[in-house]
């Protein structure tokens, strides 16, 4: 094995992405820690892949509803609760929970312990949304319901009041 294919770094191979298990952008939104292993700039911007760990008793994004992107949850490990139109499913380690576009949802970790899941983005639309959440946060706005809504706004989401 040649010194180049050993590193952990992301590189690009003619067919091939690889990440290693240290690599990837880290976006934090409060006690949310997102790794970004696909932002969609190697997949033509049909998918973006990440990694997400929820602290215990971390709440979710309010309910809201994507129109132009598919999302997928894969549950690594612990519990995630999630509220899909007004049905709740309690998602351990094994679930896949996909949500279609103009699907209400919303998930927390209502749980003692870490959650972590997986989530796909179809297209990557959505993970610009999660770093202007973090710049947001790093510039000393807060975070309140109208500054989430107004930049889900910019990436084709809007929040389900027809459901609150």
């Known amino acids: 094995m040649t010194e180049e294919a050993k590193t952990n770094e992301p590189r690009a191979a003619s067919a091939a992405t690889v990440v290693g298990p240290g690599d990837g952008e880290t976006i934090v939104v409060g006690t949310t820690r997102m790794r970004v292993l696909e932002d969609g700039s190697h997949t033509g911007h049909r998918l973006a892949i990440a990694e997400s760990v929820l602290a215990p008793h971390t709440q979710g994004p309010p309910q809201h509803r994507h129109t132009r992107h598919d999302e997928g949850f894969y549950i690594l490990s612990g519990t995630v609760r999630f509220t899909v139109e007004d049905e ?4 351990t380690a094994g679930t896949l929970v996909m949500v279609p576009p103009g699907t209400p949802h919303t ?9 972590v899941m997986l989530s796909t983005f179809t297209p990557d639309l959505y993970v610009q949304y999660f770093r202007d ?3 947001m946060l790093a510039g000393g706005r807060p975070l309140t319901p109208q500054a989430n ?3 889900m706004s910019r ?5 389900a009041t027809d459901l609150t």
């Not at 709740?88 to 998602?91: E, F, P, R």
């Not at 998930?107 to 959650?115: E, M, R, S, Y």
Request: avoid cysteine; charged fraction near 20%; aromatic fraction near 12%.
């Open 88 to 91: 709740d499913y309690d998602a």
């Open 107 to 115: 998930f927390a970790n209502l749980t003692g312990q870490p959650a």
């Open 133 to 135: 959440l973090q710049d």
């Open 149 to 151: 809504i107004d930049a």
């Open 155 to 159: 990436y084709a989401t809007e929040p």
